[in-house]
């Protein structure tokens, strides 16, 4: 009896242990202190801003406008002569060089009668050598002789215009160019005048842009253009800029001419550009840097220690993510370009990425 009263008041003293060490470690473990919030690092760091040097160097500015590839001599492609089409060879979209084949007409009758003249002509070939034989041995007279040469010259003068009219049975294109219509069908007939394709050369590209009027005055300033292609930008020139808008679209269009060797064709849409600025030394800043404090005006935030300064900038153009500052910087400073928009004049700065 006494051995388990002694058993009970081990396993009570046993539990009393646990539970006190328990508490006495809940009631000793340091407190950890509260996150620290983002007012407060502001307030120790600053806001946190990435910035970078004004640029300083040579300076372009481009005009990008959009239009469609167009040539400025299409051909009109007819028959010479009036037949019934046998076979169409081509289609809206090929490209052709000279002298290759569009259509073929029904030359089954022609054949019929150059076969007919070309055994015609033998005969008669065979008849002048003939009588030119009996006349060494006195049996025809020299007017027989020169009648049958004049027969035989006359036959032969028939047999080339039907290998003419043979010729003249294929369609062919004059030019390199690409079928930008096609007019006609197998078992259509064909006739001189008929217009059955039309080609458009590729010796005579030009690029058809459209452009607001308020852009106008840049345009007629322009200094250079080129086309974006498949083989990269190529160097194009201006023909002409139209002075007065389209009457219905209401917009200004601007032609380029484009080198055959482009890889342009007629019908593709592109992007054309235009130099209405070349200046030998500017000072120019991302764009993200720019900001509008005050309606009609722009500033920057200039790093200085670890504070950002906020200067009044006058802008220029702006072109592949930069803008030109004509006044308000030196071209020295270090201006903040992400996490400007947080900033506020002399506010305390913590730069990322030094």
Same mark, same amino acid.
């Given at each position: 009896?006494?051995?388990?009263?002694?058993?009970?008041?081990?396993?009570?003293?046993?539990?009393?242990?646990?539970?006190?060490?328990? %508490?006495?470690?809940?009631?000793?473990?340091?407190?950890?202190?509260?996150? %620290?919030?983002?007012?407060?690092?502001?307030?120790?760091?600053?806001?946190?801003?990435?910035?970078?040097?004004?640029?300083?160097?040579?300076? $372009?500015?481009?005009? *990008?406008?959009?239009?469609?590839?167009?040539?400025?001599?299409?051909?009109?492609?007819?028959?010479? &002569?009036?037949?019934?089409?046998?076979?169409?060879?081509?289609?809206?979209?090929?490209?052709?060089?000279?002298?290759?084949?569009?259509?073929?007409?029904? %030359?089954?009758?022609?054949?019929?009668?150059?076969?007919?003249? &070309?055994?015609?002509? &033998?005969?008669?070939?065979?008849?002048?050598?003939?009588?030119?034989?009996?006349?060494?041995?006195?049996?025809?007279?020299?007017? $027989?002789?020169?009648?049958?040469?004049?027969?035989?010259?006359?036959?032969?003068?028939?047999?080339? $215009?039907?290998?003419?009219?043979?010729?003249?049975?294929?369609?062919?294109?004059?030019?390199?160019?690409?079928?930008?219509?096609?007019?006609?069908?197998?078992?259509?007939?064909?006739?001189?005048?008929?217009?059955?394709?039309?080609?458009?050369?590729?010796?005579?590209?030009?690029?058809?842009?459209?452009?607001?009027?308020?852009?106008?005055?840049?345009?007629?300033?322009?200094?250079?253009?080129?086309?974006? %292609?498949?083989?990269?930008?190529?160097?194009?020139?201006?023909? &002409?800029?139209?002075?007065?808008?389209?009457?219905?679209?209401?917009?200004?269009?601007?032609?380029?001419?484009?080198?055959?060797?482009?890889?342009?064709?007629?019908? $593709?849409?592109?992007?054309?550009?235009?130099?209405?600025?070349?200046?030998?030394?500017?000072?120019?800043?991302?764009?993200?840097?720019?900001?509008?404090?005050?309606?009609?005006?722009?500033?920057?935030?200039?790093? *200085?220690?670890?504070?950002?300064?906020?200067?009044?900038?006058?802008?220029?153009?702006?072109?592949?993510?930069?803008?030109?500052?004509?006044?308000?910087?030196?071209?020295?400073?270090?201006?903040?370009?992400?996490?400007?928009?947080?900033?506020?004049?002399?506010?305390?700065?913590?730069?990322?990425?030094?």
């Amino acid at each position: 009896m006494e051995r388990r009263k002694k058993a009970v008041l081990i396993w009570v003293s046993v539990i009393i242990l646990v539970i006190g060490y328990g %508490t006495w470690k809940v009631a000793t473990k340091p407190k950890q202190a509260p996150p %620290t919030s983002v007012a407060t690092i502001h307030a120790q760091k600053g806001i946190p801003v990435t910035a970078e040097k004004a640029r300083r160097g040579p300076w $372009e500015h481009w005009i *990008s406008l959009y239009g469609t590839v167009e040539s400025s001599k299409v051909v009109q492609i007819s028959a010479d &002569r009036q037949e019934y089409v046998l076979a169409v060879l081509c289609d809206v979209g090929d490209l052709l060089s000279p002298g290759d084949a569009m259509a073929i007409l029904d %030359t089954r009758e022609i054949k019929e009668k150059y076969e007919a003249q &070309r055994a015609k002509v &033998r005969e008669l070939l065979d008849n002048y050598r003939r009588l030119q034989s009996l006349k060494k041995a006195g049996g025809a007279s020299a007017q $027989e002789v020169e009648s049958a040469l004049s027969a035989y010259l006359d036959g032969e003068a028939k047999l080339k $215009e039907l290998e003419i009219d043979l010729d003249r049975s294929k369609v062919s294109s004059p030019i390199e160019g690409i079928v930008m219509e096609k007019f006609v069908e197998p078992g259509d007939l064909a006739s001189p005048g008929k217009v059955l394709f039309k080609v458009a050369d590729l010796d005579s590209l030009e690029v058809h842009l459209v452009a607001s009027p308020k852009d106008a005055l840049k345009l007629a300033n322009a200094h250079a253009a080129r086309v974006n %292609t498949p083989k990269g930008w190529i160097d194009a020139s201006v023909k &002409r800029v139209d002075p007065v808008a389209d009457a219905q679209t209401g917009l200004l269009k601007v032609i380029l001419e484009v080198p055959s060797e482009s890889g342009l064709r007629p019908g $593709e849409t592109v992007e054309g550009q235009l130099k209405d600025e070349n200046v030998a030394e500017a000072i120019y800043v991302p764009y993200e840097a720019i900001q509008r404090p005050d309606e009609g005006k722009a500033a920057v935030f200039v790093v *200085s220690g670890d504070v950002a300064v906020q200067k009044e900038v006058v802008l220029g153009e702006s072109f592949n993510g930069y803008v030109r500052i004509i006044s308000g910087l030196d071209g020295d400073e270090k201006v903040v370009v992400r996490g400007s928009d947080r900033l506020y004049p002399n506010a305390k700065i913590w730069l990322q990425g030094e």
